[in-house]
């Protein structure tokens, strides 16, 4: 039996039997896990307050010695067995907003959906999820925080949108900007060919979407700040909503996947809640 360690999110928990739960984490060291926690729907139980969603941990697990695969974990991918949780930050703003809760639990699911169970290959997306939900606790306005997820986590898994140049000719974004200005047009953005397009190649490229300049720019800001600074790149309602969409089909596009939480975040953001700043 092989005891390890790891600081981890808490990102999903089922209730198992009485008093157990199933909790899933997505980790530094070993990506996304699963193990059971005995006894933590008791009312006096060593795991008190430590289990909350959202919760970063240092948790301690252990595995029965079984057939191993390349990365160390069990070839059927068991569920561990949890014998120590420490604390190492709680956001309880998650437990009592609940436009902040929607944003978590959006990245949560993109997290159970996407990764694969015991992949160590993602340590930059911990950090990226770290900040984030850091930021969505605790920023004032937190409407570019979820777009500006989506892209960081593109580009981590290799799928950043192109920005800078045509992703057909090649030709700088500078040079197809001043070509549709002189033409009236707008810029094309593409999922299959990841990223800008020129007017012409708009032209003969099927499935593009006219976009502006100024979507253009708030994206490649989104992509470039840092979610500590994120809300204070200017994002208008209006540019807002032309971004999304455009998000939402290139994530479908290149990562496969349709959330349920997605469409209660459009919801949420369609009603203008500026209370929250959830727009």
Do not use: W
């Not at 100024?214 to 209006?238: D, F, G, K, R």
């Amino acid at each position: 039996m092989a005891f390890r360690k790891t600081e981890a999110v808490v990102i999903k928990a089922i209730n198992l039997r009485e008093a157990d739960k199933i909790i899933t984490f997505f980790s530094r060291e070993y990506g996304k896990i699963q193990g059971v926690a005995r006894g933590v729907r008791k009312i006096r139980t060593k795991y008190s307050g430590k289990l909350e969603l959202f919760n970063r941990v240092e948790v301690i697990f252990f595995q029965k010695t079984e057939p191993m695969q390349s990365g160390g974990f069990p070839e059927k991918h068991p569920l561990l067995g949890i014998t120590q949780v420490d604390l190492v930050e709680a956001l309880p703003q998650f437990q009592t907003d609940f436009h902040r809760m929607i944003g978590a639990s959006y990245i949560a699911e993109l997290l159970n959906r996407l990764f694969e169970d015991y992949d160590d290959s993602h340590k930059a997306v911990y950090i990226l999820v770290c900040h984030t939900l850091k930021a969505l606790a605790t920023l004032d306005r937190i409407q570019n925080i979820l777009p500006a997820f989506e892209l960081k986590l593109l580009a981590h898994l290799g799928y950043a949108p192109v920005f800078d140049e045509c992703t057909v000719c090649q030709r700088p974004r500078t040079q197809t900007l001043a070509e549709s200005n002189s033409i009236q047009q707008l810029l094309g953005f593409n999922f299959a060919t990841g990223g800008v397009l020129c007017p012409r190649c708009k032209a003969i490229k099927k499935g593009t979407f006219d976009v502006s300049p100024s979507v253009l720019n708030a994206m490649q800001q989104l992509l470039e700040t840092a979610m500590l600074y994120i809300e204070h790149v200017p994002l208008t309602p209006q540019i807002h909503q032309e971004i999304k969409p455009l998000l939402t089909g290139y994530l479908q596009y290149h990562l496969g996947i349709a959330l349920k939480t997605d469409t209660f975040v459009q919801k949420l953001r369609s009603t203008h809640f500026s209370t929250s700043g959830m727009v």
